[in-house]
Structures are given as C-alpha cells and as structure tokens.
C-alpha cells in the first residue's frame, strides 16, 4: 500500500503543476455557457427564490425526476441529471485512457466538488448573485484533485489535469469555467442543451 500511495504522490504532483493556458488557446469554440432562459426552457425552473446554499428540495420536478448519482472514478460520485452524467462518464473514460496510455494515473487523483446544488451563483469575485447557477439542472460539474482545494480563479496558468480534461469536455458539447475566471468548472453548453431537448433526453 506505501508503494501505491506514494505513486499517488507523484501523480498528484503532476496533475496539480500549473500550465500556461496559452498552450490550450482557443478554447471553448463554438460553445457558449447555458443561458438562464435555455436551462428553464429545457428542464423548468427551481422554485424561487434561492440562496447561495444548495437547496436539494428546490430543484425543478423534471430535474428530480432525471436525478442520478453513479461512480465515474474511484473518488468522484456525482449526482446529476441522467444526460449529463452519461456524457461525463463517456468524457472521464476517454481522459483516463489517454492518460493511461501515457504512463499516468488521473483516475486514481481526481475527484468532484460537486455537480447537483441547487442555488444562486457564488461568482468568483465575491459579488453577490441573484443568477440560477447551472449546478441548480445538475449539468454543471466541479473538480479538484484528491487532498487539493478546487481551482478558483487561477488567470493564465491553469493546473494541469483541467488542461487534459478540457479538450474532452469540449468535444462533447460542454463550456469550460475558465472563460469565466472559474477554471474547477464544466457546464453543458447552451446548444447542447438545445440539441439534447429536440432528440429527447430530457424526457424522465
Ligand atoms: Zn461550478
């Protein structure tokens, strides 16, 4: 076991080095971040008013009803509306492989800090917000490494198993946090909410 978590160790070392954001640029092509209106279009409204704590109670009737929680990695569990959580688990699996094939382990150092949180947004500048975060429909997912506080607003240089992570998710239709300044965060982009809403996998 001290071999094991000593490999840890140094993955998450790796994992955690910051990278210049420049390397990856442009990023999020073609994707915007789900709009409000889209989000209660698709799947309905919380019921207001929120606060900035997450209120489970809240969330929309059409988001219980598609609410799953299923093990993507060996720490990180999210619960999220069904749609999205198959598209991660698609995302995390493809990431993992290429990392695997390169001699390294972010599944063994990767972990969420959260997904589902039905609330108001906490923008990353400290001002208050009376926008719906996207967490409130469970499309929207944070991440850390195992031990690590997520990255908030982290400027040019971004930690390095975001910057692996990132081309994933835009390939599969989801916006990342960094366009604004919060780099922990994925959402499923306003189109692909669209295009998930017309071919039926907003249906419980
Ligand atoms: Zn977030």
């Given at each position: 076991m001290a071999k094991k978590s000593k490999v840890a160790q140094g993955e998450l070392a790796y994992y955690a080095a910051m990278v210049p954001l420049q390397g990856l640029?442009?990023?999020?092509?073609?994707l915007k971040p789900a709009r409000e209106e889209t989000m209660i279009s698709a799947l309905g409204s919380p019921e207001?008013?929120?606060?900035?704590?997450?209120?489970?109670?809240?969330?929309?009737p059409l988001v219980k009803a598609l609410k799953v929680t299923e093990r993507l990695s060996i720490n990180a569990a999210p619960t999220g509306i069904k749609p999205a959580i198959a598209s991660l688990a698609g995302i995390l699996k493809d990431a993992f492989a290429q990392e695997d094939q390169a001699g390294h382990d972010l599944e063994s150092v990767l972990d969420d800090d959260g997904m589902l949180a039905v609330r108001y947004r906490r923008p990353t500048n400290g001002h208050p917000s009376t926008k719906i975060s996207n967490h409130s429909w469970g499309t929207a997912i944070d991440f850390r490494l195992v031990g690590h506080d997520p990255p908030a607003n982290t400027h040019g240089m971004i930690p390095r198993f975001i910057a692996v992570l990132l081309p994933f998710f835009n390939g599969a239709g989801w916006y990342s946090g960094i366009s604004f300044s919060d780099t922990m965060h994925f959402e499923v982009a306003d189109d692909t909410i669209h295009k998930w809403a017309t071919d039926g996998a907003l249906k419980p």
């Open positions: 640029l442009p990023i999020n092509v073609g207001m008013p929120l606060t900035i704590q997450d209120q489970p109670d809240r969330a929309s």
